[in-house]
């Protein structure tokens, strides 16, 4: 079985002033990307925007991320999950075939109350029996509306194409039980906050916002762990606090992008409806990072 | 202003076994639906599995419904709430183009928390501004995990082309405050069960996934409520509270299309990852359709 | 079976400003309420601060209302609902013993994931089986966190001394279905805004915080409907819709209170940690009170 | 400032088969308690039942823990948050008589929608003026229905008698930004398997059901995590997730009760509304049991 173990960046995509893909600004940015402390990059995942692309632009940029890491040694895991169990057999087929060294599958979501133990099982497991790569199961309530249950997370680890997941809502008691019932779980954590917490238990890295533009204090963090040097690590983890919650829960996209575009990258423009940062909000996200070593 | 009073089905999607449309099967039942008792139908709604539509498709069962309509009375009410504020002024302009009277349009829904006051504003007024046709504001929080405010709700009211919201959540508190600020609003019930609430309330119709094969009771109890006939009206909509909750809450797309099967339309199957009934399921609903007369 | 049919406010309770209760005021408010167009008082209830009362002020508070209303031909509606089994099965024999026509019972709430389906029929069942008189069941989550399911409600409807339900959710369709299950059941609206919507699918009244003090528009949206004045009881219920938001869900016991305070009652303070309402927002009330006549 | 840094279980209070307190047990419990590698007991919490208790009986086994404590060095933490601020204060002072080293405070609950930032600040401040003991918060959404933010739980810790919070809902997103933002605030994990993330953030300790009779492995993991031996820590962490949901997402109180009872302490039955565990659930936790060394 692969090993995933790392830091991911969930990958945001470059738009221009008229909301177009800007392939460009996307192609600096992996080149940027593939030079920092990271073991490859998550495409599209939420923070993509993934939401608001056509079908053809998923494609496509996984596309782009695919041909951009060719002959480095950093992985894409390619975002696949769609409303439909074949539309996702399918995206999750077209990124075998480009590359990408795992599939991360958010569930079917917008018939909420159907999304129950039996159908999660019947669409996933569909999904992983034609699937060329290894899946990693993404749960990310926030956005979904689901939360994948403690029993349909182990079910679900029982296929042997499905040897992960990213747990966004940062739940580390039903993840420590997830990790004591099925222990080669490839476990990440879905938000840099929860880094930390996530190894703590036993998890295998992260796949977070934050990584987009802080990598170096995530790897540091990640490398004082791995060394036994717990006190470093939990300052590091409390240092990125202020700074994680800025560009996910307080700010969302909007707010990453930002701190993007004031960290070396190209952050630019969200796809409307979401709108760009107020003056005050921005100078807010100016202050939180002075105080990062990026 | 346009008054769409009345009673509409959100109509169901036809796919074959392969999980394709079945555009023949569409056209059967958008004859069968013209000669009910019904003043339009809502196409593509939630129970049209649109959710799971590419955009041609969502473009093309658009068009099948409104050339189907041309020459009826009946109105065609298009679903054209996508999750770009683009993309949903470019649908909704399509809608209007191939002769739809309104459309019915839910909230982006992926970047819940992203969606406050400003953002739905700002999306909405996008849209109702660029918009040919006049625009219902679609509440189904069992669905997109956003309840839109009292407050949100009354200044989406304020646009001129923004005539009357569907609210799925059956909130007669809230919707009766809506009225009470802005009377001449066009309220629809969202489910069959909440058609007289509503109606009490100043509500002007409903969108229900009943209507798809029972038009004729809904229709007694509109007609009764409009004769101040309020004791007929009463048992007419306890009547349909098993059978309301069996295609909704219950057992929902699957539960509506198999009581379709039952009752001269074609239901058909669904796209994965919704399963068909078992076999006990459908008995039950066999049962509640006996003690109906469709 | 008793026909508890009518209008009822769940009564405040008047502290002075030690937060000691004032036994003169509770007397004088009581006074005025028989005089009022209501069928009886609910007390305590949620809106009488029970949530802060010691045993001992709960039967004492009892004891003032029924003794308060005898020889008239007004009603009390006990609350009895305690944490524990055994404390309910005692409250509810002591509100029996004093001369209350039935118990409006709330469920237990603390361990809510253990208020299981199970367990909450053994407790009302085992309260019933020891109940001098008739029980209401309290569905009111936005208190308790607990929604009672409509199987729930249905099973607990099936024991003889279980005669009907205050809804405080305003759940339409649920209270349809249980009305189409158990014909004879009494329901009642928990919130002045739901009164009209349930009256239409058959309820028998309400139980409603603005009956506190609006009385008397309240009785004559309910002879309208019962008079088969549908527009009048319309018109009537919409009017209400502001001032009902204001002493419920905007402003809650301390905007009650104040709005006694403006009608004729005396509202007082209420118990720390609920707080006083600041300058504007009573403007706000002062606003709204001059618009009703009462 | 006192450092009440350690492990501490909120123990559970004994009662016979009529449902009172059996204080023996009790006692006998309390002397088995004070041999464990335990640095005190927090009673009464949510585990104690305190929600089912009078105040008299509140008091009175505050007295018999502080009694049996006396002369040991292990600390009592008391529960005194009630539903007024005037009980709270009260019920605090009554704990620092008895010669409790910390006062534990869940927040007042029933009215849910009016506890604000503003109100719960002013409640909690006002309790902390009056108290003679420093404070914890206790921030438990499962049992309250409130979900202290991160925005007042940083407020709160500005009050100079505020020194910690148990946080029962295991979030270490936003624990990590508390701690980040007020580095000496003591935070403690509210559940057995969020002991070794709390620790990773920062945390001082745990306050868990579990360590009503597991104390020895939840001891053997806070020093194996003070030793810098993360691996034993992880591997102990895991090895409790099972026996840890069993005591309290799954089984409640009831779970909790039935596994001491077969641990060498007393757990007996609860108060009603709680129920006995039935057979095969008893089965479950014997296997859990098993595997454990106590």
């Known amino acids: 079985m692969i090993d995933l173990s790392g830091l991911y960046p969930p990958i945001v995509t470059a738009f221009d002033d008229n909301e177009n893909i800007a392939y460009d600004k996307l192609q600096l940015n992996l080149q940027h990307w593939v030079s920092q402390p990271l073991d490859g990059v998550v495409m599209p995942g939420s923070n993509s925007e993934a939401a608001f692309m056509t079908e053809d632009e998923h494609i496509s940029i996984m596309k782009v991320c695919a041909d951009s890491l060719k002959g480095t040694n950093k992985r894409l895991i390619a975002g696949t999950g769609m409303e439909t169990t074949a539309g996702t057999i399918k995206m999750t087929q077209i990124a075998g075939r480009l590359g990408a060294a795992a599939a991360l599958i958010l569930p079917p979501h917008f018939f909420k109350a ?12 569909a999904v992983a029996d034609e699937s060329p790569i290894p899946i990693l199961v993404y749960n990310v309530p926030a956005f979904t509306g689901i939360d994948i249950t403690l029993e349909t997370m182990i079910a ?7 040897i992960g997941a990213k747990d966004s809502s940062a739940n580390v008691v039903k993840m420590a039980h997830v990790l004591a019932a099925v222990p080669d ?15 703590s238990i036993g998890g295998c890295g992260g796949v977070m916002a934050l990584a987009n533009f802080a990598a170096k204090p995530l790897r540091q963090l990640y490398e004082a762990f791995n060394n036994g040097n717990m006190k470093e690590a939990t300052r590091i983890q409390l240092s990125l606090a202020h700074i994680n919650a800025a560009v996910t829960s307080q ?42 070593d990026l």
């Not at 039996?118 to 497991?125: G, K, N, Q």
């Not at 679900?156 to 499905?162: E, F, G, R, T």
């Open 251 to 292: 700010y969302g996209v909007s707010g990453l992008k930002y701190a993007m575009d004031r960290s070396g990258f190209y952050g630019g423009p969200t796809r409307r409806p979401l709108l760009a940062l107020g003056e005050s909000d921005r100078r807010k996200i100016d202050q939180l990072l002075i105080n990062l």
């Open 114 to 125: 159907s999304m129950k133990h039996d159908v999660l099982i019947s669409h996933y497991y």
């Open 185 to 199: 779980f490839q476990v990440f954590a879905g938000t840099g906050s929860a880094l930390l917490p996530f190894l």
């Open 156 to 162: 679900l680890a029982n296929h042997p194409m499905i």
